[in-house]
Every structure is written in structure tokens, then in C-alpha cells.
């Protein structure tokens, strides 16, 4: 397969959460898998999600598709084929009008998103273009269900070296997590460590300042701060690192 992939790809480093190894993951990932993957030049998908006014976004949008298209047309036009978009798309980022154009080409597009259970309430209006979800969360299974969209439960994309897979030739048992904390995986591993799971959790944000901790454990998932969250990312649109 030939696969046009969209993953937060620059032209320039911003200055936005960390974001660049999703690239690598899907490169080295789709290499290894023996097909070709191909990024539309000269367009930063990743400038997309800085913080942009309404009509600097709207700006960005236009140029970012319109040179997308463009480029489409050109490489099907000369005989290459693209036999799928592959994409990593926040709500701002999405044009579903030339997501559209692209199906009419006879390109399916399959978009992946990572925070759903994190930012939205429900699946954002300018997700419903796309033919297919890539969704690793389980919890975000039924917000699609119910948006009548077809999903791809699957994993995070990840890619790790050869070299670095095989495993240890001794092993102690430990049970460990590596990742940065936020109030979500608190809130998991406050339940597994209260069922007993002998769990060690290392990674940015997991031991506090003891004067903050009355702040954080407010920070549970009501409803009403996934539509806080839901509307910050709208006005200040920023991607999240899952780790």
C-alpha cells in the first residue's frame, strides 16, 4: 500500500507540547510493515494546533488544504496512487470539506485521536467526514457508536527499535508504568493500587507539592470539566503528549 499520512508533521518546531515522535511511530511502523508512506510537502500540520485567533486559524486551514489538494491531485494525476490517508487530526485541524474531496478520489481516510475521553463529551462535528476512527480508548468506543461512526479499536501507535525488543534475561515481577500524570490516570491507578496491584508508576507530574494536592483532587472527570476541556481546546487549541 501506498499511504498518504498527516501526523502533526513541521516545517519549523513550535512551541506546543511534544508531538514530533508521532511522525516516527507511524513511519517506522509502516516501513516495517512493507508498505510506502508519503507526506504532502511544505504544509506544517503541526502549526495547526498553536494558538490561533479565529481568523488565523481559518487562514491556516484554507492554505494547509488547498496546497494538500493540490498536491493530491498532482500525484494522482501522474499515475501514483494513494491507496489510503492516514491521519492524526485535532478538531481544528480538520477540513471535512476536503476530507470529502479526497474520498472522492477514491481515497478512504481513517483519522486517529488519542484524547477523546479526555476533551469531548461527544465525537466533534468535523470528525464525521472520515470513513474510519482509530480509537485506542475503550470509554471512547461509545461516543462514536453513538455518532453512528465506524471505529478501529486498536493501540496507540508505538514504534520501538529492534535492537531495544528483547526482553530482560532476568525478570523481577515488577509491574511498571512509565508516563506523565494527569488526573485521568490518577484516577486508574488510584483504583488498581486500591484493588492491590503491586503497580510502580514512574514519569513526570506524579509526585506533587503537598500545598497543590487539594487543588488536583478536584480534578475528577465530571462532566462539566470535559466541557471546560472540550471548550479550551477550541480556543486554544494545543495537542496533549499522551507520554
Given at each position: 500500500m501506498r499511504?498518504?499520512?498527516?501526523?502533526?508533521?513541521?516545517?519549523?518546531r513550535h512551541s506546543i507540547p511534544a508531538y514530533g515522535f508521532w511522525a516516527n511511530?507511524?513511519?517506522?511502523?509502516?516501513?516495517?510493515?512493507?508498505?510506502e508512506w508519503v507526506e504532502v510537502p511544505n504544509v506544517d500540520w503541526a502549526e495547526g494546533c498553536t494558538p490561533k485567533s479565529r481568523e488565523e486559524l481559518q487562514g491556516w486551514r484554507d492554505a494547509a488544504w488547498t496546497n494538500a489538494l493540490e498536491w493530491i491531485r498532482g500525484e494522482l494525476d501522474s499515475g501514483r496512487k494513494i491507496d489510503l490517508f492516514l491521519s492524526y487530526f485535532f478538531p481544528q485541524q480538520t477540513d471535512p470539506g476536503a476530507i470529502v474531496e479526497i474520498q472522492k478520489r477514491g481515497i478512504p481516510c481513517v483519522n486517529f485521536f488519542c484524547d477523546n475521553v479526555r476533551e469531548f463529551t461527544r465525537v466533534p462535528r468535523e470528525f464525521h467526514s472520515f470513513n474510519l476512527h482509530w480509537v485506542p480508548e475503550f470509554e471512547a468506543l461509545s461516543l462514536y457508536?453513538?455518532?453512528?461512526?465506524?471505529?478501529?479499536f486498536a493501540p496507540m501507535p508505538c514504534w520501538v527499535p529492534k535492537e531495544t525488543r528483547s526482553p530482560a534475561t532476568t525478570?523481577?515481577?515488577q509491574v511498571t508504568f512509565i508516563?506523565?500524570?494527569d488526573h485521568l490516570r490518577r484516577a486508574l491507578f488510584a483504583k488498581a493500587l486500591s484493588l492491590g496491584a503491586p503497580i510502580k508508576i514512574v514519569g513526570a507530574g506524579w509526585?506533587?507539592?503537598?500545598?497543590?494536592?487539594?487543588?488536583?483532587?478536584?480534578?475528577d472527570r465530571s462532566i462539566a470539566s470535559v466541557v471546560r476541556n472540550q471548550a479550551k481546546?477550541?480556543?486554544?487549541?494545543?495537542?496533549?503528549?499522551i507520554m
Open positions: 499511504i498518504l499520512l498527516s501526523c502533526l508533521q513541521e516545517l519549523r511511530y507511524f513511519r517506522k511502523g509502516i516501513t516495517e510493515a512493507g508498505h457508536e453513538q455518532a453512528g461512526l465506524k471505529t478501529c525478570e523481577n515481577g508516563g506523565s500524570s509526585i506533587e507539592d503537598p500545598s497543590a494536592k487539594t487543588e488536583t483532587s478536584k480534578k481546546i477550541m480556543r486554544n487549541p494545543l495537542p496533549i503528549a
